[in-house]
């Protein structure tokens, strides 16, 4: 499986218009999670947040939002940020804009955010014009640092080095509240959180 842990420079250069980290200087960093919300899962995510005074960004798939309305309320409740993240989990490439631009709407009915992120990271240039004109979308959200969670070919070891050693003031990072990422989860989370209160890093949400 290829993918970048750390975002390449000239990767967020040819696209602009997409958000792939924020303003470094307040020594803020941007903790984000994808696919959720997940009934054990999410739970046992907004306990460590909390444990640690930590605010965050949740991706919702609404598929998710309508299986578990009360743990995404949970997530609302908490003070944390939420954003669409499509109804279906279409990967762009398969379907065509119209459908793709359509499950985001679905979505949005029940995620009231201005903030969306393209399942898998897929996106192009004339899909995202198409989103910020045709939704409530204003802000396409990217990231900083994989932390690659969702891979169960590497062990918790490297999940924990991918974010430890690429993590800075302005990352956003991007974990996943998911059965599949939750064994390297369990782990990455308060490692990534009690290094950021050892740096007196604030965790905040986008
Ligand atoms: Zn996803």
Redesign the pocket.
């Known amino acids: 499986m290829f993918y970048w842990v750390k975002t390449p420079n000239w990767v967020s250069k040819i696209w602009p218009s997409l958000i792939w980290q924020m303003p470094a200087k307040r020594g803020d960093v941007y903790i984000s999670f994808?696919?959720g919300p997940h009934p054990t899962v999410t739970p046992w995510v907004l306990k460590t947040l909390e444990n640690y005074q930590a605010k965050a960004s949740f991706?919702c798939?609404g598929d998710n939002v309508i299986k578990y309305p009360s743990v995404f309320q949970q997530v609302l409740a908490a003070g944390h940020t939420i954003g669409n993240?499509?109804y279906r989990?279409y990967n762009a490439w398969h379907v065509s804009k119209q459908q793709y631009v359509k499950d985001i709407q679905e979505a949005e009915i029940l995620i009231n955010s201005e903030l969306f992120?393209p399942?898998?990271g897929k996106i192009s240039p004339w899909l995202a014009n198409s989103i910020l004109r045709q939704t409530n979308v204003k802000k396409i959200v990217m990231w900083t640092v994989l932390s690659a969670d969702f891979d169960t070919e590497i062990s918790s070891e490297q999940v924990v080095n991918n974010v430890m050693n690429n993590v800075q003031p302005g990352s956003i990072i991007v974990f996943?509240d998911?059965e599949k990422a939750f064994p390297h989860l369990q782990k990455a989370l308060p490692a990534l959180l009690q290094h950021c209160q050892k740096m007196d890093w604030i965790c905040k949400a986008l």
Do not use: A, L, V
């Open positions: 994808d696919d991706f798939i993240h499509t989990h992120r399942p898998y996943h998911s």
